[in-house]
């Protein structure tokens, strides 16, 4: 089986190689920085840093990911301060937010791709003891090389979504034997658990440690994000604000139909929109225009202006700014569930204090939509006309609004200590 995976890779390697070179490459710049080492050529400057015992090497593709996995990076350099902690990531921008988030890495790199010669290589210089994988990115041949090398293995924050589960289900045989090479399978919720059990893990593996990227969320809501950004965005502490955040395509439409409504009944209401994938900015743009809604405006064309804002629309065209964002939040809609992508992390803005939407796609946040919903934080919509009617009886009722608000907070405060609780997981390996 594993042949047939090697030749089905090499094939879409090969033919996918060209388009990299010119779309990705060549014409937008996309993944130059990361291109060398993501075929296992990783430079002297960062070997040399590479020193420590034990060698831990914990891998979150992107941001999301970072996120989730940073207290427990932090929790194991206080257990372990003379360790190497190699942190990898599969995109560029997760990249980025590592360096920013995780401080405690002894080097950055990138995650190889999974072709067995290109493993072997990455895994001849890191040669770690043991290796962290987070939420489900299941790389076969890494995970088979590592094993037969004597690596521990754990995958933290695991997850399946239903799309994910029918997908394996169909393959079980194969998968199957991937999993036999994780040591422990730390998933999110029970829901989680039964899932990769039923797809081939070993029972006695698999352990139920909560969601980690709800660890130390309301200890980030720090004031000064939201001074810093309503002075830059040029926002009043008395407007209230509609923030749209994570939309993918078919989405705005939606966001956009609602905020007319709140116009009618709240003029002065401000709406941010934050696009899941910054690429589709200008189209987000175009989208606005067509629904004749009101101006927009980049929220790079606004700092550093001397000019007062106008416009009524903002569109986030920035990374890594989405947390500090929810700050500024009066409503705040959450995407990727009106559109079936299964939802984005709701715990984000509710650790501001914010009631949150969100549509009825929300498979991959089920346990913080059940948590928020139980203190009425969370609010599920399953159309435009629901969002709009609970979005103005909500903007009607103020102190219903802050009440709700401080009850979710409260749920994520309580929520923590999903690293920890990993961390220790690890350290039963390592003996």
């Given at each position: 089986m594993y042949l047939f995976y090697n030749l089905l890779l090499l094939f879409s390697f090969l033919v996918g190689l060209p388009s990299f070179f010119l779309g990705k490459m060549l014409f937008t710049g996309k993944y130059r920085k990361s291109f060398r080492q993501k075929f296992g050529f990783i430079p002297s400057s960062l070997q040399e840093k590479m020193v420590g015992s034990p060698c831990i090497w914990i891998n979150a593709v992107s941001v999301g990911e970072v996120i989730a996995v940073s207290s427990l990076v932090k929790a194991l350099h206080k257990m372990y301060p003379q360790a190497c902690l190699i942190f990898s990531t599969g995109t560029e921008t997760g990249q980025e937010m590592a360096r920013k988030m995780v401080k405690e890495a002894t080097a950055y790199i990138y995650?190889?791709?999974?072709?067995?010669?290109?493993?072997?290589?990455?895994?001849?210089?890191?040669?770690?003891?043991?290796?962290?994988?987070?939420?489900?990115?299941?790389?076969?041949?890494?995970?088979?090389?590592?094993?037969?090398?004597?690596?521990?293995?754990?995958?933290?924050?695991?997850?399946?979504s239903v799309r994910s589960?029918?997908?394996?289900?169909?393959?079980?045989?194969?998968?199957?034997?991937?999993?036999?090479?994780?040591?422990?399978?730390?998933?999110?919720?029970?829901?989680?658990?039964?899932?990769?059990r039923a797809i081939g893990a070993k029972p006695e593996r698999v352990f139920v440690n909560g969601n980690s990227k709800y660890d130390a969320l309301a200890g980030r809501t720090e004031p000064r994000f939201e001074e810093e950004l309503r002075k830059i965005l040029k926002i009043?502490?008395?407007?209230?604000?509609?923030?749209?955040?994570?939309?993918?395509?078919?989405?705005?439409?939606?966001?956009?139909?609602?905020?007319?409504?709140?116009l009618e009944k709240f003029p002065g209401l401000l709406l941010i929109i934050i696009p899941r994938h910054i690429e589709r900015v200008g189209e987000v743009e175009?989208?606005?225009?067509?629904?004749?809604?009101?101006?927009?405006?980049?929220?790079?064309?606004?700092?550093?202006?001397?000019?007062?804002?106008?416009?009524?629309?903002?569109?986030?065209?920035?990374?890594?700014?989405?947390?500090?964002?929810?700050?500024?939040?009066?409503?705040?809609?959450?995407?990727?569930?009106?559109?079936?992508?299964?939802?984005?992390?709701?715990?984000?803005?509710?650790?501001?204090g914010k009631v949150v939407f969100y549509g009825p796609s929300m498979e991959d946040f089920l346990d913080a939509k059940e948590l928020l919903e139980r203190a009425g934080a969370g609010i599920p919509v399953e159309s435009v006309e629901t969002l709009i009617e609970k979005g103005l009886a909500l903007l009607s009722q103020p102190r219903e609004l802050k009440k709700r608000g401080e009850a979710g907070r409260k749920v994520v405060m309580s929520s923590g200590g999903a690293g920890q609780r990993n961390a220790e997981l690890v350290r039963g390996l390592l003996k």
């Open positions: 995650y190889p791709l999974d072709l067995p010669w290109i493993v072997r290589r990455t895994l001849d210089i890191v040669n770690p003891d043991l290796f962290i994988n987070t939420e489900t990115e299941l790389w076969p041949n890494f995970l088979r090389l590592a094993k037969k090398r004597g690596v521990k293995i754990i995958l933290v924050n695991g997850r399946i589960f029918s997908r394996y289900r169909k393959t079980a045989f194969f998968w199957r034997k991937v999993l036999d090479n994780l040591d422990v399978m730390s998933m999110i919720s029970e829901i989680d658990a039964e899932r990769i009043n502490e008395e407007e209230k604000v509609f923030i749209a955040a994570s939309t993918h395509r078919g989405e705005e439409e939606i966001v956009l139909q609602a905020y007319k409504r709140f175009e989208i606005v225009k067509k629904e004749g809604v009101g101006p927009c405006i980049r929220r790079s064309r606004i700092e550093g202006s001397k000019q007062s804002r106008t416009e009524s629309i903002i569109i986030l065209d920035s990374i890594g700014e989405l947390f500090k964002v929810y700050s500024l939040g009066t409503l705040v809609f959450c995407g990727g569930s009106f559109v079936p992508r299964g939802g984005q992390n709701i715990m984000e803005p509710a650790a501001w």
